[in-house]
């Protein structure tokens, strides 16, 4: 605690280094969920057939707990030895945390005026110069919110990961303190992953203002 960042074996290390481990592994999860979420979004929002196929399915994976998903990837991974818990983590990561932006990423691309499709089918733009200069433009406020929630999810689902999993990481070094009885550093990790919580979305907040500054 008092070398936050020291690292003296696999599981006794500082706060900060396990923090910063835990950091790595979400920004990887972070970005599948975002690279598989956006498309699907947009294909529901566009498509009233899609919707219909794919909507239910999503209602009942959504509220799905990462404690539930994590055994699966577990099983998923198994066959990739010590590596199984890392890919296992970050299916679930990836898996709890792309369903806000799908669903906001979803609600943006209905929201777009009408007025604003019709421009782009008189001016005869490609499928391609619709979607970057109309649809992605237009539904950009309701991804940013999607992806600040999907953001908190996924830090949410690499400390329960974490705990179950054993690898080092903010999570796992608060599990080893339970074991340990050690309450008041069961305490200070609580703390510092509300406060590395509440820093991703302040720096998720400045960078939604800077893009709709740009834009």
Known sequence: MKEPFAKRGEMDQGILRFTWYSLVLVSKGYAIALLIGVPIGFFLGLSPTFTKM??????????VSPLAWLPLGLILFMRAGPEAGTYAALFTIALCGMWPTVLNTAVGVRAVPQDYLNVGRVLKLSR?????KILIPATLPYMFTGFRLSLGICWLAIVAAEMLTGRPGAGGFLWQEY??????????????????????????????????AIS
Not at 54 to 60: C, E, G, H, T
Not at 128 to 132: E, G, N, R, S, V
Not at 181 to 209: C, K, N, P, Q, T
């Open 179 to 212: 074991n340990a009885l050690i309450y008041e550093h069961i305490i200070f990790s609580i703390l510092v992953i509300g406060v590395v919580g509440l820093i991703l979305d302040r720096l998720m907040s400045l960078i939604e203002a800077r893009f709709k």
């Open 128 to 132: 391609w110069k619709m979607l970057t």
């Open 54 to 63: 794919f909507d239910p399915l999503i209602q009942v994976l959504r509220p």
